[in-house]
């Protein structure tokens, strides 16, 4: 059973930073990147940053300049680290491992998803 576990959510001021950290434990099948989406209130999930097992990473508008995503093939972790935040940055953040194919990232395990939430 394939199991994603985030930790680092949490309360934020604006301005601040904070660090999610994702470990995938399983037999997971046919992945070569590992990436974050998030959830806002009322908003639709929406891709975040992914990068894949050969280096190349992807970054929303949103995060770039900002965020950066990083991943340990041997250890099976996947991290966010997350500056300059914005109250637009509050959401449910949501870590995943898929498979990229020629630069679009298709999840397909996801975690249960921590909480980040930027307010002053």
């Known amino acids: 059973q394939v199991q994603l576990v985030e930790s680092g959510g949490g309360l934020v001021q604006p301005g601040g930073s904070l660090r999610l950290s994702c470990v995938i434990s399983g037999a997971i099948i046919g992945v070569n990147a590992m990436g974050w989406y998030r959830q806002a209130p009322g908003k639709e999930r929406e891709l975040v940053a992914f990068g894949t097992t050969d280096g190349y990473t992807h970054y929303a508008d949103a995060a770039k300049g900002r965020f950066t995503v990083s991943g340990n093939n041997a250890k099976n972790t996947v991290a966010l680290q997350m500056s300059s935040l914005t109250p637009e940055d509050t959401a449910v953040y949501y870590c995943?491992?898929?498979?990229?194919?020629?630069?679009?990232?298709?999840?397909?395990?996801w975690g249960q998803g921590t909480q980040v939430t930027v307010t002053g």
């Open positions: 995943n491992a898929g498979s990229d194919v020629r630069g679009t990232y298709y999840p397909v395990y």
